[in-house]
């Protein structure tokens, strides 16, 4: 008796019986009160970086561009004139498109607000008379009917363009047009076919893409209802294959097992075939030796010849699996049927990845709103420069000779030529020297908060799938709105210990961000150590990632039920799962494998209805029933192949986190119980026949 004892000591002692225990405990305190405190104050620093972001950012700078001036073009008192003209291209060309990004695609030259982008190529520069320049390409400063500047005075001062040729816009800015191609009489400086084809192979490669952003857009409008009904049959099939795996379940899986097993075997027997044709030709690999066009190895006989020893290794293994645990397939089987069964009786559950769902978006747009805030943070700079540094008077300007565009006064400086342009956004000051700080915050609680909320939908759904375990006598013994009761038991009592779990994970998830990032920098190194030494971290810290979701999944069912602290619950989960080691691999790659089958039934199943709708591939003979006439059929299909992903990926993991719950408590059950009429098994009888173990009755007084 006291070997047995020993031999359990590495994992803990089974758990005792308790007469009082009959499901989630219901008196209970809250635990990790300090991180759930972290967790709160961490929070209210997210939300101060969110306000701060808000009153200094300008998201503006990203939707609208701006003018010379500095106002934004499409807004505002330029309402009617949403692009912004460059009045020499090339010199936006020019730049380096890392400084032109962090400008705000800014580019030294004058900029204007425009209705539209110019549709024809005109070379004003060769006016003699302002009249027959045009006032709306030009600054809204000068009015060509009452200006004494002469049309060479205007060109140096910037105040119209010289030329302008046919543009898109993208981006709301006036960009070359594609294909253009330039009179053979250009009287501008510098521009040629050449420029104008390299500018066009620089910038404008992806200026078509508002039109087929456009296009999309159309389909989409035309589609959208049919996408619904897709979306709505990925939900049915879902939900119809959840119910019906309680009666299924058993003869699905063995169809998968035999299938695999017969792929096996045909692989096999293709591969000693190959190998015999081969042999029989004399391909041997001495004939061909070493050569880098690997096709050439298939048409040798060694390589068949070690495939088919491979896959014959493999079936071994797979059949002697089959024998050998075939008992514990049976119980992996008959808690899938469970399971289904408690989803059946806990539809509520079934809704709750809506809630998750609506708290990730929520977690995302609140992220994504709070970077976008940060990232325009900072206001604009403008510096005096010059259009001519080679007229008189205009060679000492220099960038720190800052201005305000709209109170800028040309007549106090001695160059003519000089103008108020466009510097650089602010980056000066306690916040706007944190940005880069505020980032990261933002970037760390954006994973916290994501890993909080999929480990509060855990912990609820493992509260609620607890609470059909124990129920004795089901389903009357399941309490009411057992899906709610385990939400706020979750929030009220283990936000710290759910938040405790998520910042574990979230540590590691920005460790391996950060291993990402000096990937990318590193990229270009030739030292072959750091590329060995970081791809052993970046697969030590993903396998780190693995564990930790796993170990944090069954810590969070243990908290449920016995409402423990986190670091308790994760050994008390970690210890029971290694003294059933056999039985949490045998039943986690079976629920693996019918699940990934569901998802395939789902997904592919609606992918391909859809392929043969929206391809006209199905004649329907009635005209309201038809597939509209699209620009791109595959748009909604991928749309509804991404969607039903998701349907099926928020009804599986419901259905998976009731199997491993399910799991943990039969586990429990077996130590605590042992079928007597004072300690009766909580389990299933069909898990009561597997394992040979039956209730005994009560014994009837005299």
């Known amino acids: ?37 972290l967790f709160l104050v961490f929070i209210a620093g997210y939300m101060i970086v969110g306000i701060l972001a808000w009153l200094y950012g300008d998201p503006r700078q990203v939707i609208y561009p701006r003018n010379s001036t500095g106002s934004y073009c499409g807004f505002g008192p330029n309402q009617d004139k949403p692009f912004v003209l460059y009045f020499d291209i090339m010199k936006c060309i020019t730049t380096t498109p890392m400084a032109a990004a962090l400008n705000g695609l800014q580019c030294p030259t004058t900029q204007i607000c425009v209705a539209q982008c110019p549709t024809a190529y005109k070379e004003w520069i060769t006016c003699t008379s302002r009249t027959c320049l045009d006032q709306n390409f030009c600054v809204p400063s000068i009015n060509l009917n009452t200006t004494t500047l002469t049309p060479s005075e205007i060109f140096q001062k910037e105040y119209c363009p010289m030329y302008t040729i046919p543009s898109t816009p993208f981006l709301n800015r006036c960009f070359l047009s594609v294909n253009f191609t330039l009179p053979k009489d250009v009287n501008i400086p510098g521009l040629s076919n050449k420029t104008v084809q390299n500018a066009t192979g620089d910038i404008l490669n992806g200026f078509n893409f508002q039109d087929i952003g456009v296009r999309i857009f159309q389909d989409f409008a035309k589609s959208w209802y049919w996408i619904l009904i897709g979306l709505v049959i990925a939900m049915i099939v879902s939900l119809i294959f959840l119910l019906l795996l309680r009666f299924i379940a058993g003869i699905l899986i063995w169809i998968l097992i035999i299938g695999v097993i017969g792929v096996t075997g045909y692989g096999i027997w293709h591969c000693y075939w190959e190998y015999d044709n081969y042999n029989k030709k004399g391909a041997t690999i001495n004939n061909i030796g070493f050569t880098t066009n690997f096709s050439a190895y298939v048409q040798v006989k060694e390589t068949w010849l070690a495939i088919f020893i491979i896959l014959i290794i493999v079936e071994v293994i797979i059949l002697l699996v089959l024998i050998f645990l075939r008992t514990r397939i049976l119980i992996a089987i008959a808690l899938i049927k469970e399971a289904s069964r408690a989803v059946g009786y806990i539809m509520s559950s079934l809704l709750y990845p809506l809630v998750t769902f609506v708290l990730l978006l929520v977690c995302v747009a609140y992220w994504g709103i709070t970077a976008l805030y940060l990232a325009t943070s900072g206001e604009p700079l403008y510096t005096v420069m010059t259009t001519n540094s080679s007229a008189p008077n205009c060679n000492n300007f220099s960038s720190t000779q800052f201005c305000s565009p709209l109170n800028f006064n040309a007549s106090n400086y001695s160059c003519q030529y000089v103008q108020c342009a466009f510097y650089k956004y602010n980056n000066e000051g306690l916040y706007q020297r944190n940005i880069f700080n505020l980032q990261l915050y933002n970037v760390v609680g954006f994973l916290w908060c994501m890993n909080f909320v999929i480990a509060l939908g855990q912990c609820t759904l493992a509260g609620a799938f607890a609470s059909y375990y124990w129920a004795f006598d089901k389903p009357r013994d399941i309490p009411s709105f057992p899906v709610t009761a385990a939400f706020m038991r979750s929030l009220r009592y283990h936000t710290g210990s759910l938040a405790f779990g998520a910042l574990i994970l979230t540590i590691v998830q920005v460790i391996r961000i950060l291993l990402e990032y000096l990937d990318h920098k590193l990229k270009d190194a030739q030292n072959p150590c750091t590329k060995f030494l970081l791809c052993c971290l970046k697969c030590c810290f993903w396998c780190l990632e693995k564990f930790i979701k796993f170990l944090n999944r069954n810590a969070y069912i243990m908290i449920a039920i016995y409402g423990k602290n986190f670091c308790v619950s994760a050994m008390n989960a970690f210890k029971l799962l290694m003294r059933n080691i056999v039985r949490v691999v045998v039943l986690d790659k079976v629920t693996d494998l019918l699940l990934f089958f569901g998802k395939l039934l789902v997904v592919g199943g609606v992918g391909v209805l859809a392929f043969f709708f ?3 591939r199905i004649s329907i003979p009635d005209p309201q029933f038809q597939s509209p006439v699209l620009n791109y059929y595959w748009i909604p299909i991928l749309t509804l192949v991404v969607g039903s992903y998701m349907i099926a990926q928020g009804f599986f993991s419901v259905y998976n986190m009731c199997v491993d719950t399910l799991f943990l408590c039969f586990l429990e059950d077996l130590e605590r119980n042992d079928g007597s009429a004072e300690k009766p098994y909580f389990m299933s009888k069909s898990l009561m026949k597997i394992l040979n173990k039956k209730n005994k009755k009560p014994k009837e007084e005299k």
Do not use: L
Request: charged content about 25%; some cysteine.
């Open 1 to 37: 008796m006291g070997k047995k004892e020993n031999s359990s000591e590495p994992y803990g002692e089974p758990s005792k019986y308790d007469p009082a225990f009959n499901g989630p405990i219901r008196n209970r305190s809250c635990t990790d009160i300090i991180c759930c405190v």
């Open 614 to 616: 929206f391809s006209g």
